[in-house]
């Protein structure tokens, strides 16, 4: 006997969703729906580990939402909502705190990264946060996770904190027959994206694409319009020389390597067969395919976010009827944990 195939995936309503949050995960949400219980939430609890305006909070959330539905997530084929309508995120957190050692979250890159040399000053959640992440997706017992580069360090760390916990409670689950296999959690497994799954700025091929960059011009908004998406495109950084004609001649090119992953991301293909295609032209030849292919894949999305966008109460209704079905699922699942850790209910 084995867990049922189930998939959750977060986004943090961060605000100006770009190119980069499209290729490496929402485009992937959609196919999966097709393979897979599939669960997409707006993670707006992890938003708040820094300080967040609340109105700006609400626009947030509200247009990824429209991005999962405009990119081709089915809300009634797929569980849409955010993270803070279903309580039991940070019950199952909390537990989680208790079995995760201080020495493991230390070790997490990410929070060196964003709390840099002002560590004693930042929350206590942006510290902790990694162990909502895995309350997060073993909540729902999912199976599998997308996820990119800079997140495997903490699925690894959600399947450490599951492992433990069955570990630790062995007894009691076993005791209650609630395990498949020994395990009450499922020890989660990567989905690993294809080509140009870190896309980097299009000013700086070194630099990872970030709404905290300070030119406009570095992203691709996915609520951009056609001639914002070909002028930034055009105005790409590029080197001199032509696009090689083999994946060795784009090492040590990061501006030629990252626009040839976007087209193959784009395109589903992959990078080899793009320079079979377009390696010895110049950028001259390639830079106007490139935005011929992003306008016509990205501009409709933009104009059907921006349609849900100014129809806020029907985004609304679609993340209270997601919060319900999540509900029924975490509680159930949390009702276990309870009677497992020794909780009196």
Same mark, same amino acid.
């Given at each position: ?5 189930? +998939?959750?995936? /977060?986004? #943090?309503? &961060? ?21 897979? =219980?599939?669960?997409?939430?707006? %993670? ?9 305006? *609340? ?17 081709? +997530?089915?809300? @009634? !084929? ?6 803070? #309508? ?14 995760? !050692?201080?020495?493991?979250? =230390?070790? $997490? ?5 964003? =709390? ?5 000053? %930042? ?21 599998? +996770?997308? %996820?990119?580069?800079?997140? @495997? ?10 492992? @433990? ?24 497994? *990567?989905?690993?994206? /294809? ?13 990872? $694409?970030?709404? &905290?960059?300070? &030119?406009? #011009? ?13 002028? @930034? ?10 696009? *090689? ?14 626009? %040839? ?18 390696? /010895? ?17 990205? &501009? *409709? ?34 009702? #276990? ?9």
């Amino acid at each position: 006997m084995t867990f049922s195939p189930r +998939v959750f995936s /977060g986004i #943090q309503p &961060s605000g100006d969703l770009h190119l980069g949050n499209y290729l490496g995960a929402i485009r992937r949400f959609v196919p999966l729906q097709e393979t897979h =219980a599939t669960i997409y939430c707006v %993670v707006d609890m992890h938003a708040i580990t820094v300080w967040q305006e *609340p109105d700006a909070l609400r626009r947030a959330t509200r247009e990824v939402a429209a991005a999962f539905i405009a990119a081709g +997530v089915d809300p @009634k !084929r797929s569980i849409v909502f955010n993270q803070s #309508q279903v309580v039991q995120h940070a019950e199952l957190a909390w537990v989680f705190n208790c079995i995760a !050692r201080m020495g493991w979250m =230390a070790r $997490m890159t990410q929070f060196k990264d964003k =709390a840099g040399k002002n560590s004693e000053n %930042v929350s206590l959640g942006l510290f902790a946060y990694p162990s909502l992440m895995a309350a997060d997706i073993l909540l729902y017992k999912a199976t599998h +996770v997308p %996820v990119g580069d800079d997140q @495997k360090q903490h699925l690894e760390l959600a399947r450490d904190i599951a492992a @433990k916990f069955n570990n630790d409670y062995a007894a009691s689950i076993a005791e209650r027959d609630l395990g498949i296999d020994g395990q009450f959690f499922p020890i989660t497994e *990567p989905l690993i994206a /294809g080509p140009a799954t870190r896309i980097m700025s299009l000013r700086d091929g070194t630099k990872k $694409m970030s709404k &905290s960059d300070p &030119s406009d #011009q570095s992203r691709i908004s996915l609520l951009d319009d056609a001639d914002a998406i070909a002028k @930034k495109i055009k105005k790409a950084t590029t080197d001199p020389a032509e696009l *090689p004609l083999e994946l060795e001649g784009l090492k040590d090119r990061p501006e030629a390597d990252n626009l %040839v992953g976007i087209y193959a991301a784009l395109s589903d293909r992959t990078k080899a067969e793009v320079l079979a295609e377009f390696g /010895g032209q110049g950028w001259g030849k390639f830079k106007p395919a490139l935005a011929e292919l992003a306008v016509a894949v990205l &501009s *409709p999305m933009g104009t059907e976010m921006r349609r849900l966008l100014e129809d806020p109460q029907t985004i609304d209704a679609v993340l209270r009827d997601g919060a319900e079905r999540a509900s029924a699922i975490a509680e159930q699942t949390m009702t #276990q944990v309870r009677d497992i850790i020794g909780f009196i209910r």
